[in-house]
Each structure stands twice: as C-alpha cells, then as structure tokens.
C-alpha cells in the first residue's frame, strides 16, 4: 500500500512536466513531437519505478518489482491521458481519483471492481495487469499523437 501511495505520488508530481510550453514552438520542431513525447512518458514511467525500490530497500522492506512495473506504467498512462484530456496543469487529476476511488471501493472478486481497485490486486493479477497495460499504451498513444491539451 505504502509503495503505491509513493508511486502515485511520483506519478502526480511529474504530471507538470507533460503539459507544452508553447503550441507555436511545437509546430516549428526540426524533429516531430510525437517520438520525443512517447520517449518522455517512458521516462517518467521508468524514473517512478526506479526510485521506490531503491527507497524500500534501503528502509529494509521487500519490494515487489512486478508490482512496481504494472503500477508505475498504468500510472504514468493515467497521467499521460491527463494531459492530452486535462492539459498539463491538471494531468494529475486521473491517478489522484483513480487511487482515491481504489482506496474507498471495498475489494470484491467481480471483474469490474477489479478493474476500478487495479492498483491494489497483488502482482500477477490479470484483471490488474491488463487494465495498467491498457491504460500504459492508450495513455501514452494518446499523449504522443495529441499532445497536451492547450
């Protein structure tokens, strides 16, 4: 729970970070956007998942790296959908309500709310492990092809 609340945080904090600076020096790039904004969401996704293991080690709790995969890649696509839906100053708000509603939605075996408390379920769950994939490459689909939203 505790590596998930700090992967939500990370997630949350680099949201800032998808949102253009400026849609004119967007359209005048040598290099298209849309490789450079993909690599970029990856980026986040990996610096999130990389920094809470190191963190939970050196405080001498066991860290889950297949946990710590699937949250962090589901979280970075949240956050990247947020931005291309929300614009770069509010691309936090879909992993804040995604969490907040898996905290308050009681855990039941039903597909639907397995879906909805995805970041909960142990690794290795299918239900939790499809939805982080589906949010990961819509997320970042969506980011890379659209941007942010202006």
Known sequence: MAGTLALAAGATALAVGLGGQDLALDRTAAIRWMPRRAVHVLLCGVLIGAVLPGALV?????????L????SAGLMGLVALGAAWCGGPYAWLP???SLSLALVVPPAPDPATQVLTWMLLPPGTTAGTWTALVLAVAGTAVYAVGGPRR
Do not use: C, I
């Not at 050196?58 to 889950?64: F, R, T, Y």
């Not at 710590?68 to 949250?71: D, E, G, K």
């Open 58 to 66: 050196l405080g001498g709790q066991p860290a889950s790296l297949a």
């Open 68 to 71: 710590v995969v699937r949250n």
């Open 95 to 97: 992993p804040f309500a």
